[in-house]
């Protein structure tokens, strides 16, 4: 894997490096033998164009949603036509304002060099926009799955850490408000404690949790979620935050999605039918808004929240998701929405209530310098092809029938027990 990245990495730059080193050496062999510049330039920048869409699309990236326009030669060509007439255009006001007359070497070179940086900046903004069209339609399409399949109607995951003191009512309240769910099909209750040392995982099995999963040491939110979204055994697999921000009645709203044909259904706390009932301090709200734009740096859809706690998808979906993620911190959320735009799986935004809790072990400045690094690692993991799928798994994505690789080991639960194997995924 790592071989077949560096592979890559080396043909996307040469890509980069050959189409513009043809873009400048045509324009200035046009403009040597009497082509107008302006034309001279559009002829190049269109032999550059073509050459780069063969390249890439033969030798780097076409699975990245973010570099997926290799496979759109309509949309490449419209937007290389703009990039193109932006190209020209800086080139030409850059020639009229340079010292000394005519289209010399040296004065072409400053020109291009100026207009490749406006177009190419022009070029960006452009397909992201198409990009996101494309991702918008992709994750707005429902249906077309058969319905999930289950030892229980619906697995709720709690990840925990330093929660002896309440995972026990947090359990009972689960329970409680979801017993008509329980009673028609069924309910498990997985809690992951993460490292804590305060006895959480006692304290959860004393608090009637179906299944107990103990991490040796504290790894991460996204390390605890991804560890019962694995072990986990129902049709639909959700997750919630110990503190119940989110009351675990609202869980049944996201269920209901998932068995209307959705793939995944996650809580928005921006979502116009959201109630506040208890708000986050200041710094924290403000922190939030920070993040959701980062975060554009990495998504292309226009999420209007991408770190509300609560979450739910098909299990099949989820285990090819949590399989292939490998961020721990708190930009696995993230991570986990970049998945679902690259395998083309369908999301539906739900709005919720939420009730802020003062108590909480997120840290504004620290966490969000954590995540604004997992940012940069998740688009370096998906340069690199760490979260391709196989052939056949690319295949059964693109037909409605998403079936996930070999499973990674279970976590070891408590009391020496190992969780079950994953079970297949969604049958024919």
Not at 165 to 194: K, M, N, P
Not at 261 to 271: C, F, K, L, P, Q
Not at 276 to 296: K, Q
Not at 302 to 316: E, P
Request: charged content about 20%; glycine content about 10%; overall charge positive.
């Amino acid at each position: 894997m790592a071989a077949r990245a560096r592979t890559l990495l080396r043909r996307f730059a040469a890509v980069g490096v050959a189409v513009t080193a043809l873009d400048v050496a045509l324009l200035v062999a046009l403009a040597a033998v009497g082509v107008p510049a302006a034309l001279a330039d559009a002829l190049a920048i269109a032999a550059a164009a073509l050459a780069s869409w063969l390249l890439n699309r033969s030798l780097t990236f076409a699975a990245d949603p973010a570099v997926r326009w290799v496979r759109r030669p309509a949309t490449f060509a419209v937007v290389a036509a703009l990039g193109a007439a932006l190209d020209v255009a800086v080139l030409m006001a850059v020639l009229r304002v340079l010292p000394g007359s005519g289209t010399g070497v040296a004065q072409l070179l400053v020109a291009k060099a100026v207009s490749l940086a406006g177009a190419s900046t022009g070029r960006f903004w452009a397909y992201r926009a198409v990009l996101f069209q494309e991702v918008h339609r992709g994750l707005s399409r429902r249906g077309g799955r058969p319905p999930p399949v289950g030892a229980v109607r619906l697995s709720v995951v709690i990840p925990a850490y330093e929660e002896r003191d309440r995972i026990g009512a947090t359990i009972s309240r689960v329970r409680a408000e979801l017993a008509e769910v329980a009673g028609h099909g069924g309910l498990e209750v997985v809690v992951v404690d993460d490292g804590s040392p305060d006895g959480t995982a006692q304290a959860a099995r004393e608090g009637g949790a179906d299944r107990v999963i103990v991490h040796p040491r504290n790894r991460g939110k996204g390390a605890a979620v991804r560890s019962g979204m694995l072990a986990a055994s129902g049709a639909t697999v959700a997750f919630t935050d110990a503190d119940l921000s989110y009351a675990p009645a609202q869980i049944e709203r996201l269920l209901a999605q998932i068995e209307d044909g959705w793939d995944v259904a996650v809580g928005s706390r921006r979502h116009t039918g959201t109630r506040t009932l208890v708000r986050a301090r200041r710094l924290r709200e403000l922190g939030g808004r920070v993040v959701n734009a980062f975060t554009h740096a990495v998504l292309l859809g226009a999420y209007r929240d991408t770190q509300c706690g609560l979450k739910a998808f098909r299990a099949d979906v989820g285990r090819v998701v949590f399989e292939r993620s490998r961020i721990d911190g708190f930009a696995f959320d993230v991570e986990v929405l970049h998945l679902v735009e690259r395998y083309g799986l369908s999301l539906v935004e739900v709005p919720v209530e939420v009730a802020n809790s003062e108590r909480s072990t997120v840290k504004v400045l620290r966490d969000g310098a954590r995540l604004l690094v997992d940012l940069t690692r998740i688009l370096r993991l998906g340069r690199r092809g760490a979260y391709d799928l196989g052939p056949d798994e690319r295949a059964s994505a693109a037909t409605g029938q998403v079936r996930g690789g070999t499973a990674a080991p279970a976590p070891r639960a408590s009391g020496g027990e190992h969780p079950p194997a994953g079970r297949p995924l969604v049958a024919e």
